[in-house]
């Protein structure tokens, strides 16, 4: 029975993302830490749309924002799909101050479905590895002229749907958090490089049947030595919240993690973010001061 009921939420959960995605756009939200943020004075969000890609056929979906600040610029990268139709890539927009943008181009666009572009830099370099949630691989892609070029260079893993993959360096190793077809189960593996071979935990999955913990939710945290994964709340609807959890303990053999009360985003019932909030990519910019970026579903 309680399988039966785990199987129709996680049922509901997806039917739920299907019907709303196209009314996803992206937001920046400011605090003096990720756990308190707000939209900033004289921003109006969401301050990109699906009507703002104008080199992808009939985009109507933005989400899973990743910011990359550069040489005095902000990038932001994230899905653009015509939801309607299952297709479209990983777009890009440049601001000046991170909080007024600009669309730019399509950095990538594969026959298959490329979303969630997780970016992360290793010395010079800059690399992503997108979800392709309809193929049964992880793809590398780096960056030959950032940001605007880039190439393919190889699969880090293969023979499963790897979904939301979200990376951190902690104690020395590399960490990934993904999920494979549902948002209920969450896995680990580890690895001494990012460009390396990953091994998955011993004690992977991390969660098992729970639409309330298990997805990523954007970019994890280090804060005073300090790590936490964001996890999306599925319940009762699809993305309604971003949760955050403290990784007690991590190595290659144990795993502990606590939950943190207060959400990070939550939906608001009303307006661009009425639906859910299902995404934060977070940095500081200075001490005090963070910039974060968002998505919702509005009304």
């Not at 600009?102 to 990538?108: F, G």
């Not at 893993?157 to 209920?184: E, K, L």
């Not at 709340?233 to 990784?247: E, H, K, M, N």
């Amino acid at each position: 029975m309680k399988r039966s009921l785990i199987a129709l939420m996680i049922g509901i959960c997806a039917a739920a993302a299907a019907a709303d995605s196209s009314n996803w756009t992206l937001g920046i939200l400011t605090g003096p830490s990720p756990f308190e943020l707000s939209t900033p004075p004289g921003i109006t969000n969401p301050v990109l749309r699906g009507s703002d890609v104008t080199d992808l056929p009939n985009i109507d979906t933005l989400a899973h924002p990743f910011m990359v600040i550069e040489g005095g610029l902000y990038y932001l990268f994230f899905t653009a799909k015509n939801h309607a139709a299952d297709k479209g890539g990983i777009g890009m927009a440049e601001s000046a101050d991170g909080l007024t943008w600009k669309y730019r181009r399509a950095v990538v666009h594969e026959a298959f479905v490329t979303a969630h572009p997780f970016i992360f830099k290793v010395a010079n370099d800059y690399y992503m590895i997108p979800e392709s949630h309809t193929e049964p691989f992880l793809r590398l892609y780096r960056a030959t002229r950032f940001p605007d070029e880039w190439k393919y260079e190889r699969d880090l893993m293969r023979g499963d749907r790897f979904i939301s993959p979200v990376m951190v360096q902690y104690n020395d190793v590399w960490w990934m958090y993904t999920i494979p077809s549902g948002n209920a189960t969450l896995r680990l593996f580890y690895s001494k490089s990012p460009l390396g071979q990953w091994t998955e935990h011993p004690m992977s999955p991390i969660v098992r049947n729970d639409l309330r913990t298990a997805r990523p939710a954007g970019r994890p945290l280090l804060i005073d030595g300090k790590l936490y994964r964001l996890g999306m709340d599925c319940v009762p609807t699809y993305g309604r919240q971003v949760r955050a959890f403290q990784v007690t303990r991590i190595s290659p053999t144990v795993y502990s993690e606590a939950l943190r009360e207060e959400p990070l985003v939550k939906a608001s019932g009303s307006g661009w973010n009425a639906e859910a909030m299902h995404h934060v990519d977070a940095h500081q910019i200075a001490k005090g001061r963070w910039i974060a970026a968002v998505d919702a579903l509005g009304k």
